[in-house]
């Protein structure tokens, strides 16, 4: 119900809100608030996973698991060969949501961590799961999960969702086929991390503040 309803409407909201304005608030105030309501998420997650005897797997069972490092190329390659191709509208709101110097790095980072395990926990570990149970399709549960997982990061706007989507479903293909949600939190962060130091110096060689 939380990441199903309450969480992309919350992003939609605020997506709306925002439309082509800056962040209302400082950044870290942002990163922080952002943190608050990850951990909140991981909670929940934490507590249907075990009223649900729903078990996580953490440890990679299989060297299957390095093909997140295949993920983690295609989506570092996508974000440069794409960022051209961006509207100008695109650009100012990411630009507006990543870190601008090192003060605004650390809770960034710290952002992307827990992002990372909370949002593999909640989608690809427990909402998976629960939907497969519903449905008994392995393509009904990913879909599903990842199409509400792309919604909950509408504040980046429609084609960012978009793409979001696409690399859930690989987030998805990480987990299942290496029986491990570690991997995929790994490449999550290091994803998140990443275009938090790059795309900010692309912006500020664009003149985009």
């Known amino acids: 119900m939380v990441i199903a309803i309450v969480l992309p409407l919350l992003a ?8 082509g304005r800056r962040l209302p608030i400082p950044r870290p105030v942002f990163y922080w608030q952002t943190i608050l309501l990850q951990v909140i998420l991981y909670a929940l997650a934490l507590v249907a996973a075990a009223t649900n005897l729903i078990v996580l797997n953490v440890v990679p069972r299989t060297p299957r698991a390095l093909w997140a490092l295949a993920l983690l190329g295609v989506a570092l390659l996508a974000l440069r060969v794409f960022w051209p191709t961006r509207s100008d509208q695109s650009k100012d709101r990411l630009c507006d949501l990543l870190p601008h110097d090192r003060s605004e790095l ?28 519903l449905s008994h399709s392995i393509v009904i549960a990913v879909a599903v999960a ?64």
Do not use: K, N
Request: charged share 10%.
């Open 12 to 19: 939609i909201r605020t997506q709306q809100l925002l439309g």
């Open 146 to 209: 990842a199409f509400v997982f792309a919604l909950g990061h509408m504040v980046q706007g429609w084609r960012s969702a978009a793409v979001i989507f696409v690399f859930a479903v690989g987030f998805h293909a990480v987990v299942i086929v290496g029986q491990s949600l570690l991997p995929a939190i790994v490449v999550h962060f290091a994803y998140d991390a990443i275009a938090g130091l790059v795309v900010p110096r692309w912006c500020a060689r664009e003149g985009i503040s």
């Open 106 to 133: 650390m809770p960034y980072l710290l952002l992307c961590l827990v992002a990372a395990i909370a949002e593999e926990v909640a989608y690809r570990g427990v909402a998976y799961r629960l939907l497969f149970r």
